[in-house]
């Protein structure tokens, strides 16, 4: 989206976040995002990274791997777990044989490298850059490979860079677990409306009543255990999503009404996964960056240790990441972030959001000397 105005900022590459979403449409939602008077003063960059959307290849290891019915993401018996351990090498092994020769090559820093191509390639001595969640974290890589191209730099909602990519996602499952019962709270404030009582204990306990049940009949052939969980993080990320999920919630449990069960998840399942391409890229990325545990007993141990005292995303997200287990490349160690050769850089973060928990942003506020964090007090969207 070019610059209108006389002066002129030079080009604000922005990104979305994942690894894996698609940023070309970004540029538009930032520039009528911003104010009139300084989306008019940057050329608004989206691209979509490497092997992301209308890149070459755009990577896709396994169409439809998260179609329904998928097996239940809790381990409760042996059989549930090879299942599932069966499902995540199969992804793997796919990915490594289908883009063998391509999966070395995608990871943040290339990413960066990539970021600094478009730079050259627009003859601009610098960058500017705004980044959400995951791209904030291609912000803090960049910085370090590239401080002096680095104009003005803004994060909003930050990957802590100590935690990736395995310990992060460990992170999130407290804080998701926090926000489903944030979820409860309110739908008991709110009895009057949805009738599942005013105990927000003994609604969560309906609610895992109501796993339980999908998991023996998947609601109109869709919505098993996993697809709940689907529906049900991105309440975890935006409390819009809130009143929908309620409803479906209480038409299941109060009615015997499974279709706007079916509907929500339909209309909220994909924004976790942003479809096939973006799971490949997610993965590729995640995997490749950093080391992950090799000997599946340690994710057990782990995982089993988080779900005793945060259940709700626990297996879920082991299991999303359970490809890097049995991932086919080599990994690569992360980088250290810390940076004082920079301008003064602007940070985002509330406290209560779950995807990029609040240590993410007092940590980078710490490694990026000179930088200015703003804390959303009691924020809970991501």
Same mark, same amino acid.
């Given at each position: 989206v070019p610059h209108t105005a006389k002066k002129y900022q030079g080009p604000l590459l922005v990104n979305p976040g994942g690894p894996g979403g698609s940023g070309l449409t970004f540029a538009g939602f930032i520039a009528s995002g911003l104010p009139k008077a300084v989306a008019a003063q940057y050329d608004v960059i989206g691209f979509d990274p490497r092997g992301v959307g209308a890149s070459k290849p755009a990577l896709d290891c396994k169409p439809g791997y998260f179609n329904p019915v998928r097996p239940d993401s809790v381990p409760s018996t042996a059989a549930i777990e090879r299942a599932n351990l069966k499902r995540v090498k199969s992804f793997a092994a796919a990915c490594g044989r289908k883009y063998a020769s391509v999966l070395p090559y995608i990871n943040t820093i290339n990413a960066v490298k990539?970021?600094?191509? #478009?730079? @050259?390639?627009?003859?601009?001595? @610098? #960058?500017?850059? $705004?980044? +959400?969640? +995951?791209?904030t974290y291609l912000g803090q890589v960049y910085a370090k490979l590239f401080p002096g191209n680095v104009r003005r730099l803004v994060l909003d909602s930050i990957v802590?860079?100590?935690? &990736?990519?395995y310990d992060a996602n460990i992170s999130q499952d407290y804080a998701f677990d926090a926000r489903q019962k944030a979820l409860m709270a309110w739908i008991a404030k709110y009895n009057s409306t949805y009738k599942l009582g005013t105990d927000p204990a003994k609604i969560e306990a309906k609610w895992y009543a109501m796993q339980a049940q999908l998991a023996k009949t998947p609601a109109g052939g869709k919505v098993g255990a996993a697809e709940l969980e689907?529906? $049900?993080?991105?309440?975890? +990320?935006?409390?819009? %999503?809130?009143?929908? =999920?309620? @409803?479906? $919630?209480?038409?299941?449990?109060?009615? @015997?009404?499974?279709?706007?069960? &079916?509907?929500? %998840?339909?209309? =909220?399942?994909? #924004?976790?996964?942003?479809?096939?391409?973006?799971?490949? &890229?997610?993965?590729?990325?995640?995997?490749?960056?950093?080391?992950?545990?090799?000997?599946?007993?340690?994710?057990?141990?782990?995982?089993w240790a988080v779900y005793k005292k945060a259940p709700f995303m626990a297996w879920s997200n082991a299991w999303y990441n359970a490809p890097c287990a049995f991932w086919p490349t080599k990994t690569l160690k992360p980088v250290n972030v810390a940076n004082s050769k920079l301008p003064p850089v602007l940070l985002f973060q509330a406290t209560n959001d779950a995807a990029t928990p609040y240590e993410g942003g007092a940590t980078v506020h710490r490694l990026l000397k000179g930088s200015s964090l703003v804390v959303e007090q009691g924020g809970e969207n991501h």
């Open positions: 990539d970021m600094d191509s #478009i730079r @050259k390639s627009l003859g601009a001595k @610098k #960058i500017n850059y $705004f980044g +959400y969640s +995951y791209g802590d860079p100590d935690g &990736v990519w689907d529906t $049900f993080i991105p309440g975890g +990320y935006y409390n819009g %999503y809130w009143p929908d =999920l309620a @409803k479906a $919630f209480a038409a299941y449990v109060n009615d @015997k009404n499974a279709a706007p069960l &079916v509907e929500a %998840y339909e209309n =909220l399942a994909a #924004i976790d996964a942003s479809g096939d391409n973006g799971y490949s &890229v997610y993965t590729a990325v995640q995997c490749r960056d950093a080391s992950w545990p090799r000997d599946w007993k340690q994710w057990q141990k782990d995982n």
